[in-house]
């Protein structure tokens, strides 16, 4: 099925509290008596370290699935072509998403919680200084969106388009951010490119084996911070995109892994490519949707979209 040309877009490059025995001085002090055995002085008794609650998602609990179901606004920071999220600043963004999510809420007796996806490394049309066709997006832009997330309970997926790079390389860009509680990861194997290719000749793909790297690291992560379940998102709209995707690892109980139908068109091209990728899906892999503005011909209401089976776990806007 066609495939969106935001590419296009794309281009424009504690401390210890110790609680002691207080004792007053008396003004008649009685001469001590040498012939009872002393008693053994009380000694000064510790309270604990208070320890901090973990962590909890959003909507409370440490698990994403299943009483919980995602509807995003998805783009750059700083660019509007690529998506409804650049349109607006942070917090118009978050007001944004927080509507959206309200008009799925009747439609499904789960949680809904709003969300954002981030594009945070974009393919580029030029190789750039380190020669990977992808840009870096200002981490000063992404912190102000991560901050209006938190601050309004909205969950967030970073975007990677790493294009020469490796997935696992740029996450680790990203370290500090995926720290979060309420931040996850996405893997957009179309902008994944091979050795000679370039962005909009081609689309691209990826092996089980980079996924599988890239997200025992997460699930690593996640543990040594003692973290909320993470969400795991994998773009795909044609079958080649991920080769050997029976081999992706969804073992990791850190992760809740995600598979995106990530294309756009008329709804029978949509509904087609639906059928196609829920095929053959790897065991704990949740389905999840994408809904265009502009290229869908035309888009699918709230209800639309949660009567497809399965219904979509995560559904974005771009």
């Known amino acids: 099925m066609p495939r969106l040309t935001r590419a296009l877009a794309a281009f424009v490059t504690a401390a210890l509290f110790f609680a002691g025995c207080s004792v007053e001085a008396s003004s008649e ?23 901090e609650e973990p962590p909890e998602l959003i909507g409370g609990g440490t698990e994403i699935f299943p009483d919980k179901r995602f509807i995003a606004l998805y783009g750059h920071p700083t660019y509007p072509e690529l998506g409804a999220l650049g349109e607006q600043g942070p917090q118009e963004s978050a007001e944004r998403a927080i509507k959206l999510a309200e008009y799925y809420e009747k439609h499904t007796d789960k949680q809904v919680i709003p969300a954002f996806e981030i594009i945070v490394t974009m393919a580029s049309s030029e190789p750039g200084e380190d020669g990977n066709y992808s840009a870096i997006a200002d981490r000063e832009a992404i912190e102000k969106y991560l901050d209006a997330a938190e601050e309004h309970d909205i969950y967030v997926v970073l975007d990677l388009q ?17 720290t979060r509680p309420n931040v996850g990861l996405a893997l957009d194997p179309e902008w994944r490119l091979a050795p000679g290719q370039v962005h909009m000749q081609q689309i691209g793909s990826v092996s089980a084996a980079e996924i599988n790297e890239t997200t025992e690291w997460l699930a690593e992560l996640t543990a040594e911070h003692e973290l909320p379940q993470k969400m795991v998102i994998l773009h795909q709209f044609r079958t080649s995109m991920i080769r050997g995707r029976e081999q992706v690892n969804t073992d990791h109980p850190e992760l809740a892994m995600v598979l995106h139908a990530d294309g756009h068109g008329t709804p029978e091209q949509k509904l087609d490519t639906w059928r196609v990728l829920k095929q053959d899906l790897p065991e704990d892999m949740h389905m999840a949707w994408k809904n265009f503005y502009r290229q869908d011909q035309p888009m699918f209401s709230p209800k639309e979209t949660y009567e497809l089976e399965p219904k979509p776990w995560f559904v974005s806007y771009q």
């Not at 002090?29 to 000694?43: C, G, R, Y």
């Not at 790493?162 to 995926?178: I, T």
């Open 29 to 51: 002090t009685p001469e001590p008596d040498t012939s009872a055995t002393p008693e053994k002085a009380a000694q000064p008794s510790a309270e604990p370290t208070p320890t």
């Open 162 to 178: 790493p294009g020469h790079s490796d997935f696992l390389s740029q996450a680790k860009v990203f370290e500090d951010f995926l």
